[in-house]
């Protein structure tokens, strides 16, 4: 009886304080705005199948390199594809990686920055050294290193991604966990008999989470830029998906005679990532305990 | 000083040789090694040719001999030969690696100048107009991808009937024809920077702003620019030097983009060839100079807070 009321409560403090963000977000007439924009894109993305007027991959060879109409609001590309159907399927895909990215990069950097800066010594050492080697390349370089290595399909880029934005992720959430350990209620929870493992969840990881969630808000809108860099490339999102970066590359050949080939991908690509980067720094703002 | 230097260029090399065993590590998880990938799609596999390429780049042997033998190749700046045209790998990185050079650093001083002197007006004029539009612009700077820009200039150029022209000449070989080549694309990868730049310059300014000694510089008559300049900026610099070699790293990244798009054949575009022609030892190198270009970076930005704070130069002597 009293396990669930406590749960009940605990349920009732997490959503007040889930509400609290919101509030905060929608209180600056920025985050308002970005949030806005945001959840349209995010309607458009994850209905594109239903407001997409064409199959993204329907070649139309009488309408080839269309200009903006009427019927083509996008225009078409070189073998008649309607522009505005591959956009919006794009921004699924971008949506859909950034996404993945961001969930594996918080999961998989927040457990080892959490068991690097709780154990310490050797493990420490190992994990602070490749950390420092990955974290010397250049995130784009080493994304393509590794989706070279990998090969094209969809998977393949989301940990390409992922790998780059990892060594950030364990080194701040470390430092967090250093910070956090010379805290009474861990040594408190240390003489009481509590596990290693059992710490770490139930008083390292709370600590760390809102850190980890402006990094990975601040994260989703790089990893989409990311994403469409690979892809244009040609070792991102392999053809035939609509994938924006791969537009952008294919409009490459057509820069004098076609520009809304290289317009519209990367308007979505650049509406997406400014909307992401405010709400990253909206989300800052509220959930940093400076500011509350 | 100079031990401090030497010790920050040890431990340099010391993750440079993290990255090099990291990266040869990274090449023997591929499923299907090299040889077995290069043959089948060429379409011919058969067990002698698999073997006889085997044995022809070493990878018989154990892996430990293995990465000794490439290690110490490296040591002594033979890199290996590329396993499509042939060639030195060393003497197509170090043809690849001026053109780079030149555009991140012609990017870092434009970008440099722009951000600083953005930051300082938007502290200087803070709550006015001016600030204001800085400000939209330093965000959105930030979120257009240079992938975007650098196509969308030359669309731009494309409308008003100017080409670059081709093919890419070296700045020694033809001055005037290579700036004209490097110009649009170093433009690109600066905006980027002076966006990050301009941030954290105004925020870095505005707390320094409202310390006692700039009064106290006020009141003892010095100009206004003086203040602000000499007391102001110097004062603000170190976290801006900081992020100006954090930025060094995403102008990198932004380069093996933006070389593409301006087909000028630096490093970003000897690493996209090779990864597109599967040439192993080629992508290893880029790799590692990269890695070494940021390592000397970070070397040079931590030697350069020494000029900046002096406080910081005594605790080092």
Known sequence: ?292 | MLTFALRRAILGLLVLATVAVLVFVAFRFVPGDIVNRQLEEAGAVTPALLAEKRAQLGLDEPLPVQFYNWISGVAAGDLGKSLWSGRMVSDQIGAALAPTLQLSVLAILIGGILGIGAGVAAALWRGTPVDMVLRVASTVFLAVPQLWLGLLTLTALAAIGYFIPLPYRGFTAAPLLNLQQVVFPAAVLALGVAAALSRLTRSAMLEVVGADFIRAAHARGVSPSGVYLRHGLKNALIPVLTLLGTQFGNLLSGTVIIERIFNIPGLGNLLFESVANRDYPVIQAAVLTYGLITILVNLAVDLSYGLVDPRIREARA
């Open chain 1, 1 to 292: 009886m009293s396990t669930t009321n406590l749960s009940e409560e605990t349920l009732a403090r997490r959503e007040s304080r889930t509400l609290a963000v919101l509030r905060g977000i929608m209180h600056e007439p920025v985050g308002l705005i970005a949030l806005l924009v945001l959840v349209a894109v995010i309607l458009l993305a994850l209905f594109a199948p239903l407001i997409a007027q064409y199959d993204p991959l329907f070649q139309d060879r009488r309408a080839v390199l269309r200009a903006p109409d009427v019927v083509h609001w996008f225009g078409t590309d070189d073998i008649g594809r309607d522009v505005l159907s591959r956009v919006l399927h794009g921004t699924r895909i971008s949506l859909f990686v950034g996404l993945m990215v961001v969930a594996i990069t918080m999961l998989v950097g927040g457990i080892i920055g959490l068991i690097s800066g709780f154990f310490g010594g050797w493990i420490d050492m190992v994990i602070q050294r490749v950390v420092e080697a990955l974290d010397t390349l250049p995130s784009l370089i080493l994304s393509l290193f590794i989706a070279a290595l990998l090969g094209p399909s969809v998977r393949n880029v989301i940990i390409a991604v992922a790998m780059a934005q990892i060594p950030r992720f364990v080194r701040v959430v470390r430092s967090e966990v250093l910070k956090i350990r010379a805290y009474d209620f861990m040594s408190a929870a240390r003489v009481l008999g509590a596990s290693p493992w059992r710490i770490i969840l139930t008083h390292c990881a709370p600590n760390v989470m809102p850190t980890m969630l402006v990094m990975g808000s601040l994260t989703f809108g790089v990893a989409i830029m990311t994403e469409a860099a690979l892809s244009f490339l040609g070792v991102g999102t392999p053809p035939p998906n609509p994938s924006l970066g791969t537009m952008l590359s294919q409009g490459t050949r057509f820069i004098g005679t076609a520009p809304w080939l290289i317009v519209f991908p990367g308007l979505m690509l650049t509406i997406s990532v400014l909307v992401l980067n405010l709400m990253g720094d909206v989300l800052r703002d509220v959930l940093d305990p400076r500011n509350r």
